[in-house]
């Protein structure tokens, strides 16, 4: 514990379980001195974050499905209401259909998925990015958590890398809209952790073994580097860090051939 986070509010969004990378996040900003609202999807899922949400003080729960406006203009009102301003934001969210995260990307990429996938995974960080920088008059970060998939291609990632490569984009665009009044935007590329999301991929357990194999650390990418990372982009440590998607994969991003017979 410390207070890094001491004085800080923000919104953590996209707490499903404690699997979830929002919510090891979350466990860090609070250990630090945070704030914490949590946006969650639905009703359903409400009931499983809630008493995740409960173990860090008084719950603090708002809903917001990114896909529908109003929902999303009730869930920055409430915001609004109880605190004024925020300073932070984490965006950990992402669909795609699990028909699009198979097999061939050119295949089975319809124009309905990619619209789908684009607009959740993607377009709803701007959204999201827009209304929160309203309520950040004293400046702010912003993170959202993407995949090397968006870079390089990974098998059955297909359409979701298309819509990571637009986060990132976006991130940088952000970024430098929102620079001059002293908000931070940055992307969070970890490597593959076993989330819900990930049980939609085809092979995510395969993607996983690769991961960890093909790593420079030879080890699977921990939720506390993860967290650690988010929690330096968030707080004052992260000062005049903007723009960046940094890696946090045990290396796996920077490595282009694992092995060498010779080596082994
Ligand atoms: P997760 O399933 O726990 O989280 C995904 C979240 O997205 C869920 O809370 C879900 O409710 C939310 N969501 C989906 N559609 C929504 C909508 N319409 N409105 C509101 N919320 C919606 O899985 P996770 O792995 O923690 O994913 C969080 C982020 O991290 C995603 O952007 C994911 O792509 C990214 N990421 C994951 C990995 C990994 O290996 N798991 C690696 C790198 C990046």
Redesign the pocket.
């Known amino acids: 514990a410390g207070d890094l986070m001491k004085g800080k509010r923000g919104l953590v969004?996209?707490?499903?379980?404690k699997?979830?990378?929002?919510?090891g996040i979350a466990q860090q900003l609070a250990a630090q001195g945070a704030e914490l609202a949590f946006?969650?999807?639905?009703d359903a899922?409400e009931r499983r974050v809630r008493p995740l949400v409960e173990s860090l003080g008084e719950p603090f729960m708002i809903k917001?499905?990114?896909?529908?406006d109003a929902s999303m203009d009730a869930c920055f009102k409430q915001l609004e209401d109880k605190w004024g301003t925020i300073d932070f934001l984490v965006?950990?969210?992402?669909?795609a259909g699990k028909d699009e995260l198979v097999g061939s990307f050119t295949e089975n990429t319809t124009r309905e998925g990619w619209r789908r996938a684009m607009e959740?995974?993607a377009f709803?960080f701007v959204d999201a990015g827009k209304r929160a920088s309203h309520l950040m008059p004293n400046g702010g970060s912003m993170v959202?958590?993407?995949?090397?998939g968006s870079e390089r291609v990974v098998p059955s990632y297909n359409v979701?890398g298309v819509a990571?490569a637009a986060?990132e984009a976006s991130t940088r665009y952000m970024a430098r809209d929102l620079g001059p009044s002293g908000i931070r935007v940055n992307a969070?590329?970890?490597?593959?952790?076993?989330?819900?999301?990930?049980a939609?991929i085809s092979g995510g357990k395969a993607?996983?073994k690769t991961g960890r194999e093909w790593s420079m650390m030879k080890e699977d990418?921990r939720m506390e580097g993860v967290a650690g990372a988010a929690l330096y982009l968030l707080s004052d440590l992260g000062h005049s860090c903007t723009g960046e998607t940094l890696h946090v994969d045990a290396g796996f991003h920077a490595v282009a051939v694992p092995s060498m017979e010779d080596d082994e």
């Not at 946006?39 to 639905?42: K, L, V």
């Open positions: 969004m996209g707490v499903a379980n699997n979830s990378i929002a919510w946006s969650y999807q639905d899922l917001a499905d990114v896909t529908d965006h950990a969210i992402a669909f959740i995974s709803s959202t958590l993407t995949y090397l979701m990571k986060l969070l590329s970890a490597g593959p952790m076993r989330t819900l999301a990930m939609g993607l996983m990418t």
